[in-house]
């Protein structure tokens, strides 16, 4: 599958646990950490979005709104806030 043109490395879609869900079960699938952006809310994060997709690509596309990169820290963080995986 080459999803937008070979650039997208994970894609996952949120279920009851919504975005945060997500991006939990993407980072400890795939060993690394996540830190959120300043553009996203706790309500996006926690809130249901079904029918979407949160991807991990290699470069900038032109699809969606960018929420976060991955680190290699271990961590999820947010505003500062980080919990371990």
Partial sequence: ???????????????MGG???AVLKMAIGNSVGFKFGENISLDEIFGYAYGSFVLEVTEDVNVGKVIGETTDS???CMNGNCVAL
């Fill in 1 to 15: 599958m080459f999803l937008l043109g070979g650039k997208c490395v994970a894609c996952y879609t949120p279920g």
């Fill in 19 to 21: 975005i945060a869900e």
């Fill in 74 to 76: 271990g961590k999820i």
